[in-house]
Structures are given as structure tokens and as C-alpha cells.
């Protein structure tokens, strides 16, 4: 499975932007990258996924470098809501299936 | 619309000791994933069904977990017997297909195995 580097924690004030980054320097021209978050007690939930391009949807918007050999996360605004363990995954789609190979995350703290 | 349902919420057992966790997909949803989490670490695929057949298993400890998915609709997953190391939340997840649409997770199952 492609693997993923992620920081282990990061901090943030609440109503400012924050930028998770990721490296993924073993990816492939077919491999998706998926962003999904854990709340404290729950299932991971998902946040958005690219390719190639820049991707923005509700919840945050994803900035994928011209190599794809490394992306960021960005929550425009972070709430106290938001404090969670992000998780940046590579997805390969094949025929047999494509599952979502979890590493550990970056645990995003905010604080008022 | 309904999530994607688990039971137990909560489970402790003792080690040699059989336990077994459901899940209800979201309707419709022919894809369904259980992942084991120990504390600390990120969700790892125990197995992957597309409807009731099993896509990957490769990570199942086959000598003492099982799952099945009859009719290709709620699944059960299976520990027996128990060990100390199985300790984590199961984590049921499910999606449309086996493309690349986003997956929805349950609340999980935490169990202790004492």
C-alpha cells in the first residue's frame, strides 16, 4: 500500500485557517488521495478527495501539489467542533476492490 | 437517512471467550468494511464484502475471527475465542460501490477483553 506522512499533532486557534499537510512521494498517476476525520468516540467521517486538481466542498478544501507528491488539507475556519485526528489516505481503485489503508493521523487541537 | 447501525456499543469479555458485534449498512449500500482499531492507532480492514461475497480478507486472523453477510445486507463478525491483544473498537463501515465513493462509518463496537 502507497504510504502517507503526516505531522501527529497540530494546534489551532478557533475562526483561523488551518493547513494540514501530507507527503505522499510513493504515489502513482492512479492513486485518489482521501482525507477522512475521526471525532473523539466516533467512526471516521469523510472530508474530500482529489486527484489532481483542487477540490472544495462544505467542510474544506484540498490543495494537491503539481507533483502530487504532496497535498493539504484546509479548513478555512476552525471551530472547537473541528478538533479531531485527520487522516490522509491514498486510495488505488482495482478491480477487486479499494480499501482505505488507515495510517495514525494528525490530532488537530483547537483552543479559543 | 439512517446511518450505518453497530451493537454492542460496549462489550467486555474474558479471554477465551466468544463474542460476536453487528452491523446494519446503509440501505442500499452493496459494499461493507469492518475495521479493527487498537487504541492509539488508525482503523486497519479486517475485511471487505461486495454484496455477500468477500472481496479481502488478507488481514483477518482466520483462525479465530469470521464474518458473514448473508442475504448482502447486515453483517456479524465473529471472535472464537478471545484474546487479550483483540482489545479495540470494531469499526463497521459501508459505500455504494467498491469505486471510489466515500464511505460511511458506524460508532463501532469497543470491546475489552480481560
Known amino acids: 500500500d502507497a504510504k502517507t506522512t503526516q505531522p501527529n499533532s497540530m494546534e489551532s486557534n478557533e475562526e483561523e485557517p488551518v493547513h494540514l499537510p501530507c507527503n505522499h512521494s510513493?504515489?502513482?498517476?492512479?492513486?485518489?488521495i482521501h482525507w477522512y476525520r475521526q471525532l473523539p468516540s466516533q467512526g471516521p467521517e469523510y472530508v474530500i478527495h482529489?486527484?489532481?486538481s483542487n477540490v472544495n466542498n462544505r467542510m474544506a478544501s484540498l490543495a494537491i501539489a503539481e507533483d502530487r507528491k504532496s497535498s493539504t488539507l484546509i479548513l478555512h475556519r476552525a471551530t472547537l467542533r473541528d478538533a479531531a485526528v485527520y487522516y490522509c489516505?491514498?486510495?488505488?481503485?482495482?478491480?477487486?476492490?479499494?480499501?482505505?489503508?488507515f495510517g495514525t493521523g494528525t490530532q488537530l487541537k483547537v483552543e479559543l | 437517512e439512517a446511518g450505518v447501525a453497530q451493537s454492542p456499543r460496549y462489550k467486555i469479555i474474558e479471554k477465551r471467550q466468544s463474542v460476536a458485534f453487528w452491523c446494519n449498512p446503509i440501505?442500499?449500500?452493496?459494499?461493507l468494511y469492518w475495521y479493527q482499531q487498537i487504541l492509539g492507532q488508525g482503523p486497519k480492514l479486517l475485511i471487505q464484502?461486495?454484496?455477500?461475497?468477500?472481496?479481502?480478507d488478507s488481514q483477518l486472523p482466520k483462525d479465530r475471527f469470521s464474518a458473514e453477510r448473508l442475504k448482502g445486507v447486515d453483517s456479524t463478525l465473529k471472535i472464537q475465542p478471545a484474546k487479550l491483544e483483540d482489545s479495540a473498537v470494531y469499526l463497521c463501515?459501508?459505500?455504494?460501490?467498491?469505486?471510489?465513493?466515500?464511505?460511511?462509518f458506524g460508532s463501532g463496537t469497543q470491546l475489552s477483553v480481560l
Open positions: 440501505s442500499g449500500h452493496a459494499t
Open positions: 482529489g486527484l489532481t
Open positions: 464484502f461486495q454484496n455477500n461475497g468477500v472481496v479481502d
Open positions: 489516505i491514498l486510495r488505488v481503485l482495482t478491480g477487486g476492490g479499494n480499501k482505505l489503508t
Open positions: 463501515a459501508s459505500s455504494l460501490g467498491a469505486g471510489m465513493e466515500k464511505l460511511f
Open positions: 510513493t504515489i502513482s498517476g492512479t492513486d485518489y
